[in-house]
């Protein structure tokens, strides 16, 4: 059952080019600015705000996927350079059920656990 390193590799360049395609269709998608204000419930008072929170979810969204496109070509880096698997920070072995789950994964377990702790708020939901 244990997944390889190749595979793991693999799948890597698999999610790489599902990320880019989900972020040009976002692009291309999303409205332009000053668009799509079809019938607000609210008067024109209310539009401004709406359209910059769904201006700012979107950039979100979109800086949240360029993050994980950056993992993902970090990981794929570190394949190249013969040290995928590695922890970054403590060069230590990364799980292997860890990769297996996230094989951008390029922190151990505890050493992600203290980035995390570090970047309060930041947990990527959904
Ligand atoms: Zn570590």
Known sequence: MAV????????????????AKALEQMRAGAPPVGEAKEGSPYGKKEEGATEAFELEKRLALEKRLMALIGEVEHALQK????????????????????????????????????????????????
């Open 79 to 126: 394949f190249k350079d013969g040290t995928y698997g590695l922890c970054d920070v403590c060069g230590q072995s990364v799980e292997m059920a860890r990769l297996e789950v996230l094989p951008q994964a390029t922190l151990c377990l505890s050493c992600k656990a203290k980035q995390e702790r570090s970047a309060k708020g930041k947990f990527p939901s959904r």
């Open 4 to 19: 390889t390193i190749d595979e793991l590799g693999r799948r890597l360049k698999e999610e790489r080019g599902r990320l």
